[in-house]
């Protein structure tokens, strides 16, 4: 990594103002304005719940909530989930900013209420699911709820120093700048501490013994973080020194249902573990990649 000089400096002007040509990897989606650049509709399948996402961490979180809640027995928590390319700007279409106004996925429309519920951001969505089928991945004891909803809003906090920041700086952005990597990295490892100390405390899960929607969001970013799954970076952050992280995030990645979730919407890496859209359970066994396209 190289560090920048005095003629490198950068002087922010008075008023900003927007450059595309600065926004690096994401110049071509990224934009100062919100609201849609083009009509297009939404399609809608046979389900209630009706997803639109991509297996990002953010995404990962709600199609593992899904089967997680199909896998307990909660068969009304069928759904189907269509991809939104963010690459090509989908998120930007008029039927995707009627369901989540920031363009952002995950975004979920509801059809099972008098009036369709659109519910966005992630952590509002598992929530949402939870609350939805009886409490399922949620601690009715009220403590433990207030602990888990703590956990849950930490994540959603701490996220955007771990994706935003350090993942931008040291996977995504045009050079690669001391400052900022030296700075995010430091934040990322903090948060990493932070949760391999409380997961040292329970010596099982975020709340104690039981599985909850705190554990699948954080699992979706730092466990994944830690199984070497995001930005090439686990020797740099030397995630194997967080022992009590490692435990867990193997623990969950061993659920039957964390793999499915893995899998909807991804549309890139290993061809049987991509299930483009999810439409039945049996889509699993019939439609991945490596089915649908044998010579890929």
């Known amino acids: 990594m190289s560090t920048s000089s005095s003629?490198?400096?950068?002087?922010?002007?008075?008023?900003?103002?927007?450059?595309?040509?600065?926004?690096?990897?994401?110049?071509?989606?990224?934009?100062?304005?919100?609201?849609?650049?083009?009509?297009?509709?939404?399609?809608?399948?046979?389900?209630?719940?009706?997803?639109?996402?991509?297996?990002t961490p953010n995404g990962v979180k709600v199609t593992v909530m899904f089967e997680e809640l199909l896998a307990a027995g909660h068969a009304a928590a069928e759904y189907d989930a269509w991809p939104i390319r963010i690459g090509d700007g989908e998120q930007f279409g008029s039927g995707f900013v009627a369901v989540n106004p920031n363009s952002k996925?995950?975004?979920?429309?509801?059809?099972?209420?008098?009036?369709?519920?659109?519910?966005?951001?992630?952590?509002?969505?598992?929530?949402?699911?939870?609350?939805?089928?009886?409490?399922?991945?949620?601690?009715?004891?009220?403590?433990?709820?207030?602990?888990?909803?703590?956990?849950?809003?930490?994540?959603?906090?701490?996220?955007?120093?771990?994706?935003?920041?350090?993942?931008?700086?040291?996977?995504?952005?045009?050079?690669?700048?001391e400052y900022p990597i030296n700075r995010f990295a430091m934040e990322t490892k903090r948060q990493l501490d932070v949760l391999d100390r409380?997961?040292?405390?329970?010596?099982?899960?975020?709340?104690?013994?039981?599985?909850?929607?705190?554990?699948?969001?954080?699992?979706?970013?730092?466990?994944?973080?830690?199984?070497?799954?995001?930005?090439n970076a686990a020797e740099f952050l030397d995630v194997a020194s967080y022992t009590q992280v490692q435990r867990w995030a193997q623990a969950i990645d061993?659920?039957?249902a964390v793999l499915r979730g893995r899998m909807v919407n991804k549309l890139t890496g290993e061809p049987h573990l991509q299930l483009h859209e999810r439409h039945d359970a049996s889509d699993f066994d019939t439609r991945t990649q490596d089915k649908l396209n044998p010579s890929s």
Request: aromatic letters at 16%; hydrophobic letters at 40%; charged letters at 15%.
């Open 105 to 177: 996925i995950p975004a979920l429309m509801d059809h099972s209420t008098p009036t369709p519920t659109r519910v966005f951001e992630s952590g509002a969505i598992l929530l949402y699911l939870a609350e939805k089928f009886g409490g399922a991945f949620l601690p009715r004891d009220p403590a433990l709820r207030a602990e888990c909803l703590s956990w849950l809003f930490w994540q959603m906090g701490s996220a955007p120093y771990l994706g935003g920041g350090f993942g931008h700086f040291y996977a995504y952005a045009p050079q690669k700048w």
């Open 254 to 256: 061993a659920r039957p």
């Open 7 to 55: 003629d490198d400096t950068y002087v922010p002007p008075r008023v900003w103002t927007w450059d595309k040509a600065s926004g690096g990897q994401f110049a071509s989606i990224n934009r100062p304005i919100a609201g849609p650049t083009h009509d297009k509709a939404l399609p809608v399948g046979r389900h209630t719940h009706q997803l639109y996402s991509l297996a």
């Open 198 to 231: 409380r997961l040292a405390e329970t010596g099982a899960f975020l709340t104690g013994t039981d599985y909850t929607i705190a554990d699948i969001a954080i699992w979706a970013w730092y466990g994944q973080l830690a199984l070497g799954r995001q930005y």
